[in-house]
């Protein structure tokens, strides 16, 4: 079994009460509560210091439940077909008889859906029988957790119920499109790449700076650390970490993490969140951060790090 039989009843019990639960998944740990449940889905918001705006993904177990909260057409039952379960959140019109919580929409018609493939994740979500609305488990504005430690260093003076888990094998968000008008639209890039994507269902636009609003995920500033981030570096400045990607490191640097030596964009991917927290904590002026290509699941990575570049 992937989870103790005693944890798993545990964690049902306590989305039964109404309260979170946080929960492994193989893109990142997920802040959970019981998607119908008005008041366990306004504690999420209340926990993160999460804006009401933004609306949270509902973790399903199978298609059947994903299919009575959300209306699928042609293209999202390929992509689920495709990619399910996995790193892929489909955002589409709510059934009308959507038992999830409006919050969880933030106030909005769509829904975003998502079957995770984390055996431990698939396993609470078969046990508990309903939705799970779950973020990423850190405070609003931060890094993402990938592993249990980042989750209890975020909510140190309150944590919540916390599944102890490995590592996130992907380690970045997954991919959102939404599919609630009759073209397909990036809302945020993940590991499974707009290519891949289109291979399905034909092509897919890019998310506007403008549409902020319709995926606040994609706010210009993200997922920050506290240091001021610099990208594509070739030199590092004095009290800066750098983040390295590669085997061309610049000489005599001394506080290198290195995302791939190999140049390996799937382990630099899965290092990426574990290591910006930690040179956050080394930095004494600032992260510095080497080129990484933009191919592959290396869009999303450098995605993420624009984000946490931005001005505040
Ligand atoms: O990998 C993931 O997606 C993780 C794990 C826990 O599943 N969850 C996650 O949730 O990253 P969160 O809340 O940190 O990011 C959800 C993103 C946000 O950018 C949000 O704006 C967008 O999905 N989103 C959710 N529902 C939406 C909707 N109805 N319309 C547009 N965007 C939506
Ligand atoms: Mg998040």
Redesign the pocket.
Known sequence: MVIHKKILDEAIATWQAGQLVA?P?E??????ADACNDEAVAAIFARKG?PQF????V?VANQPMAASYVQFNEKALALAEAFWPG?L?L?LPRTSDCPVSLL???G?D???V?M?AHPVAQALLQAFGRGVA?????RSGRI?PTCAAHVREEFADNPPFIIEGDAASIG???T?I?L?SDSAVL??P?SITQQEIEAVIGPVELAHAQSAI?????LASHYAPSHRLRLNVSEVREGEVLLAFGDDVPQGVQQVLNLSPAGDLKQAAARLFAYMRQADTLAETGIAVMPIPMEGIGVAINDRLRRAAAKK
């Open positions: 929960m998944t893109t990142v740990y997920g802040l959970g999460r933004n609306p949270l993904i973790h790193p959140t955002v969880a929409s933030a909005g769509t829904l975003g998502r995770p779950a973020p990423s488990a850190n993402s970045l968000e997954s959102v939404g609630a809302l945020r993940g319709t995926s606040p995920g994609m």
